[in-house]
Each structure stands twice: as structure tokens, then as C-alpha cells.
């Protein structure tokens, strides 16, 4: 039987994803939740949630008259009236309410906005992950993982071998003998991994608010693909003139002087994968953000490594171009001339701000692949 | 002959050929020479598309030779409509990309000068970029005493 409490509690996770729903272009385009990112939740402000509040009555403001009154008396109004001290804010007051969401709520939300459809992984689920259950019973381990039935059984076990247990007066008490505790097995079990290769350009022309939609971007295409993949492995690769693999960290924060050549990111994307991503293993999804200014005859050298070692493998290649102040726009003009703008695995999208984002997103993860 | 009167005069040879280009401006200096595209000639201003520098005392020069030349063409040339400066450093290739630093932003979208300091050659061109189209090369105005002095400023930036 469900608790009047939990029927609440649905309701008002009901009307906050509803919340959620009605501003989610704000929230995607504005990043306002990402930072406020824990392992699972994430927390979103909302500033338009009506919390059900009590409603005082007017206990103490006067009432009914009584006695015989005088005409034109008015009925007590409470505490005297007049001007107070200070005057009115001109400001509207905050009323922002912190709510934590899940990940996969809050993936299921932007599929259902975005009509994403879901992906179907391509291939067998092939790689092995281990995976921890508790289903076994040691007679070591942690007082956290004490099994208390199981340890009493053991009492009752040894009280009635020994001959001490009572049937008349049921006492039980363990010794340390006696104790139970839960423990883990492994298991393998198989399932469908994927891998993200971000790859952006720190070039000198790409500047903290290019990084900032990037950043965005990336973190919704991963909320996307986490809800569709049980194993999900993200990989980092920036680049100006010369690329090379860092973390998270790194990524969003680094701003190189150097000179800029997409093609030295796609050599390293194509040894990671090389090394550690088999296509036959891995569903490959790449993202490559750049201001579209390539310098020389690398546009050439990217495209041939572009079409022999990374599309061949890959679920999807995304390409971004973020509007910079400078960049020459010239690289997405590139990727249409050798791929066309209708090619079944590279998706090309313009994101001219942050209001582009939720466009993009929508560009890069429409094809369900 | 020092550079103005070299310049002055082949200003003046290649207006009377025509008002509006484009006419190829060359002009061998002591140390290198100067090659320019015009679009435009009157007495006071001309626009070039093209304007390079080239010469034979970057040939052998590194990146750090390219970088303090860079700095000083940013320190000199305060008289365009933006400060240059340098946005992007290619060590392998041995380049100095220097840009319009703010870029000048507006309706139209985004224009900028370009300068690519290269072992033997300095080059600088104005872009124009409309918002989410690419970019392409436009005219930059200038008076002739401003080209004149651009082009003191790259011999002496190079000596």
C-alpha cells in the first residue's frame, strides 16, 4: 500500500519535471546545472516553483464585534496603522528553489523535448564488465554489512546443537562466532559500451566563451548517451597546431597560442582508437568543436584521415563550428564539399551562441545512431 | 632614394593609369620589396587588398626571431583602425599569425586585419566576415601617408 506521503512525493516530482520541461531550452543553452553536477544528480534552479506554503489566518486581527458600537466605527483592523520605516524594494524578490534530478530523468526529459529517438547499438554486446552484486555471506567483514537474520539463524543454529535454546523462553543470544555478514560476487555480464572522442581546437582564436558552449554542448550529448549505453567511456583530445589526449579538466581549460591543424587531432583520435576501441567492441561517437579556421593545406591532409581511418569506424561524427570572433568559418564548407550535408554519418551544425545549442544537440543526436 | 618619395611616386605612375584597379604596386627596397594589390588610387587615399613584404633576412629566421618581430609590428602599427596582435604561433611551420585585437564587430558581422609573419615575407590583409558565412578578403583604406608609413614600419620592423 503506497503512503499518502509517497503519492505527494510523486506529485511534486510531477510538477517539477514539468518545471523542467517548460525551461529546459534555458537550462540547455545556459548550462545553468552543469557545476552543480554530482556523480548521479545534478541540481537545477527553479525559479518559478510554487512551494505550498501555510496560510495564516487572522487570529488576533479583531473579529466580531460586540456591544453596541457607534456608527460609522469600523471593525478592528488589527495593530495600528501608518507608515513604517524604510521604504519598498524595487527589485523582485528571489524565489529560486534548488531540486536535485537525476541523470536519467533529466536524459529522459531532453528526449522526449528534442524527440530524440533511441539508439540502437550497432554490433553485439561483446565486452565483459564485471559486475559487483551482493549475494553471498562471509563470516567476516564490516559491522556496516552485518546480516542480522543471518547471524541470529546462526545463534539459533549453535543455542539448540549446544542444547541451550529454550523452547518455553526463545532467548537468542550470537557470540562472535555467530556473525554473518554480506558479502559480493562478480560477475561478468555483457553489455553495450561506447566511447565519446572530444576534440576541440585551444588555438589562439578560440576564445572562453567558444569553450564555454562547447562545454555545454558536450555535457548534454553526454547526459544523452549515458541514458542509452550501460558502459560509457569518455575520451579528450585538444589540439592547435599539434593535438594530444588530456582529462576533463584539461580540455575546458586550456588555451594554447599555437598555430591551428585539425588533421594532428584526427592522427591522435585514429591511434586512441587503434589502441583501445576496436569498432567491433565499441559504439564510437566523435565531436570535434573548432572555429573553422585551419591553417594551410591541412583542410586536405584532415579529410583524407577523415574519410580512411575515423568515419569508416565511428557510430557518428559530429562537427561543431562555434562563431568566433575571428575564425574563418571556412572548415565546415570543407567537410559539406567532401561529404555533402546529407551524409549518413557525419553531421555538420553552425552554433552561432549559446541560444544555437539546443539546436545543435538536436542536430547531432536526431539520427538515433 | 629613401622609401616615401619611391613610393609617392609610383602612387602617382600607376593614378594616372586609372582611378580604381587593381593595379600591382612592386617596388624593390634595399633589403626586399614591396608588392601590393590596389584597388584604389586618388591623391590622398588608396585601398589595397594584398600588401607583402618580402625579404631574404627572414629566410633562415626561428620562431623566436618571428616573434619578436610580430611584438614590434604590434607596437608600431597604432594607427590602423585596430591594435594587432599576435593571436596564433605555429612553431613547426615557423609562422606568427597576428589579428585585429579586438576585431571591429557590427551589423554586417566581423572585420579584421590579418598580418602573417613568415620566414621571408610579412603580409597583411583586411577581412570581412558576415555573421555565419565565411570570411573573405576586402579592401583596406588607407590614406598614402598611412601606406607610407606601413611600409617604414615593416622595413624597419625587419632590420
Known amino acids: 500500500m503506497s503512503l499518502k506521503i509517497d503519492r505527494d512525493n510523486n506529485r511534486f516530482r510531477q510538477i517539477v519535471r514539468g518545471k523542467i520541461r517548460e525551461n529546459l531550452r534555458r537550462y540547455v543553452n545556459h548550462g545553468e546545472m552543469i557545476g552543480r553536477k554530482g556523480r548521479d544528480l545534478v541540481s537545477i534552479p527553479l525559479p518559478q516553483l510554487d512551494i505550498p506554503h501555510f496560510r495564516y489566518g487572522q487570529n488576533g486581527r479583531g473579529g466580531v464585534g460586540q456591544g453596541e458600537g457607534e456608527e460609522g466605527q469600523p471593525i478592528a483592523r488589527g495593530d495600528g496603522e501608518g507608515e513604517?520605516?524604510?521604504?519598498?524594494?524595487?527589485?523582485?524578490?528571489?524565489?529560486?528553489?534548488?531540486?536535485?534530478?537525476?541523470?536519467?530523468?533529466l536524459a529522459e526529459i531532453l528526449g522526449s523535448e528534442l524527440e530524440l529517438p533511441r539508439i540502437e547499438p550497432k554490433g553485439t554486446d561483446q565486452i565483459q564488465q564485471e559486475k559487483a552484486r551482493y549475494r553471498s555471506i562471509r563470516r567476516v567483514g564490516p559491522e556496516s554489512l552485518r546480516h542480522f537474520k543471518r547471524t541470529y539463524v546462526e545463534a539459533m543454529k549453535r543455542q539448540v546443537i549446544e542444547g541451550t535454546y529454550n523452547h518455553a523462553s526463545p532467548r537468542v543470544i550470537p557470540i562472535k562466532g555467530d556473525r554473518r555478514y554480506r558479502?559480493?560476487?562478480?560477475?561478468?555480464?555483457?553489455?553495450?559500451?561506447?566511447?565519446?572522442?572530444?576534440?576541440?581546437?585551444?588555438?589562439?582564436?578560440?576564445?572562453?566563451?567558444?569553450?564555454?558552449?562547447?562545454?555545454?554542448?558536450?555535457?548534454?550529448?553526454?547526459?544523452?548517451?549515458?541514458?542509452?549505453?550501460?558502459?560509457?567511456?569518455?575520451?579528450?583530445?585538444?589540439?592547435?597546431?599539434?593535438?594530444?589526449?588530456?582529462?576533463?579538466?584539461?580540455?575546458?581549460?586550456?588555451?594554447?597560442?599555437?598555430?591551428?591543424r585539425i588533421s594532428s587531432a584526427y592522427k591522435v583520435c585514429?591511434?586512441?582508437?587503434?589502441?583501445?576501441?576496436?569498432?567491433?567492441?565499441?559504439?564510437?561517437?566523435?565531436?570535434?568543436?573548432?572555429?573553422?579556421?585551419?591553417?594551410?593545406?591541412?583542410?586536405?591532409?584532415?579529410?583524407?584521415?577523415?574519410?580512411?581511418?575515423?568515419?569508416?569506424?565511428?557510430?557518428?561524427?559530429?562537427?561543431?563550428?562555434?562563431?568566433?570572433?575571428?575564425?574563418?568559418g571556412e572548415y565546415i564548407g570543407s567537410l559539406e564539399a567532401a561529404f555533402g550535408q546529407t551524409h549518413e554519418k557525419v553531421i555538420l551544425s553552425e552554433i552561432k551562441d549559446k541560444d544555437a545549442i539546443f539546436e545543435s544537440i538536436k542536430t547531432f543526436l536526431g539520427k538515433g545512431k | 632614394m629613401t622609401i616615401k618619395p619611391q613610393i609617392h611616386t609610383e602612387l602617382n605612375r600607376l593614378a594616372s593609369l586609372a582611378a580604381t584597379g587593381p593595379h600591382a604596386l612592386c617596388i624593390d627596397l634595399v633589403d626586399g620589396r614591396l608588392e601590393a594589390t590596389l584597388t584604389q588610387i586618388d591623391p590622398l587615399a588608396c585601398a589595397f587588398e594584398y600588401f607583402s613584404y618580402k625579404t631574404g633576412k627572414?629566410?633562415?629566421?626561428?620562431?623566436?626571431?618571428?616573434?619578436?618581430?610580430?611584438?614590434?609590428?604590434?607596437?608600431?602599427?597604432?594607427?590602423?583602425l585596430e591594435s594587432i596582435s599576435p593571436i596564433e604561433i605555429d612553431d613547426e611551420a615557423c609562422v606568427v599569425q597576428m589579428r585585429s585585437n579586438p576585431p571591429q564587430k557590427d551589423d554586417d558581422g566581423?572585420?579584421?586585419?590579418?598580418?602573417?609573419?613568415?620566414?621571408?615575407?610579412?603580409?597583411?590583409?583586411?577581412?570581412?566576415?558576415?555573421?555565419?558565412?565565411?570570411?573573405?578578403v576586402v579592401s583596406a583604406n588607407v590614406t598614402r601617408e598611412v601606406f607610407e608609413r606601413l611600409v617604414e614600419d615593416f622595413v624597419a620592423a625587419v632590420a
Open chain 1, 84 to 105: 513604517g520605516t524604510g521604504q519598498a524594494g524595487s527589485d523582485p524578490g528571489q524565489h529560486i528553489v534548488e531540486v536535485d534530478v537525476t541523470l536519467e530523468e
Open chain 1, 183 to 260: 558479502s559480493w560476487e562478480t560477475t561478468p555480464e555483457p553489455q553495450a559500451n561506447a566511447v565519446i572522442i572530444y576534440m576541440m581546437d585551444v588555438s589562439g582564436s578560440m576564445t572562453d566563451e567558444q569553450k564555454s558552449i562547447v562545454r555545454t554542448e558536450a555535457f548534454w550529448i553526454d547526459t544523452w548517451l549515458r541514458s542509452q549505453y550501460d558502459g560509457l567511456e569518455r575520451r579528450y583530445i585538444i589540439h592547435d597546431a599539434a593535438a594530444k589526449e588530456v582529462d576533463e579538466q584539461t580540455f575546458y581549460h586550456t588555451r594554447e597560442s599555437g598555430g591551428t
Open chain 1, 270 to 328: 585514429a591511434k586512441l582508437l587503434d589502441e583501445s576501441f576496436s569498432p567491433d567492441d565499441w559504439n564510437i561517437y566523435l565531436f570535434q568543436f573548432s572555429d573553422g579556421d585551419n591553417w594551410g593545406e591541412d583542410s586536405s591532409k584532415a579529410m583524407d584521415l577523415l574519410t580512411k581511418a575515423l568515419v569508416p569506424r565511428s557510430n557518428l561524427f559530429c562537427y561543431g563550428q562555434v562563431e568566433s570572433p575571428y575564425g574563418s
Open chain 2, 58 to 80: 627572414l629566410a633562415n629566421a626561428t620562431v623566436d626571431q618571428l616573434k619578436d618581430i610580430a611584438n614590434t609590428l604590434s607596437t608600431r602599427l597604432s594607427y590602423l
Open chain 2, 110 to 136: 566581423t572585420r579584421y586585419y590579418e598580418l602573417v609573419v613568415t620566414r621571408g615575407e610579412l603580409n597583411l590583409c583586411r577581412y570581412s566576415r558576415p555573421s555565419g558565412r565565411v570570411r573573405r
